[in-house]
């Protein structure tokens, strides 16, 4: 069963703001504060590690979790 309870905090800007520093921030001085990590489709970065900064999957895998509602949203 999983906790649907909670609260969910966005943190939103531009590129290049200090979103992934906030964020680092958060997450050591509250552990109970975990951070979301989306699913793409594009090649990963070499300075990436996958299931960690994204979820690398194809097109095809993509479009099955759409289907299957697996998402609370995507683009």
Do not use: C, H, W
Not at 36 to 59: A, C, H, I, K, W
């Amino acid at each position: 069963m999983i906790d649907k309870n909670g609260t969910l905090l966005v943190i939103s800007a531009p590129s290049g703001t200090g979103k992934t520093t906030i964020v680092k921030q958060l997450m050591r001085q509250n552990k109970n504060i975990k951070a979301s990590v989306s699913y793409t489709t594009r090649n990963m970065r070499p300075n990436e590690t996958n299931g960690l900064d994204y979820v690398f999957v194809t097109e095809k895998t993509f479009e099955s979790m759409i289907v299957q509602n697996m998402f609370l949203e995507f683009a």
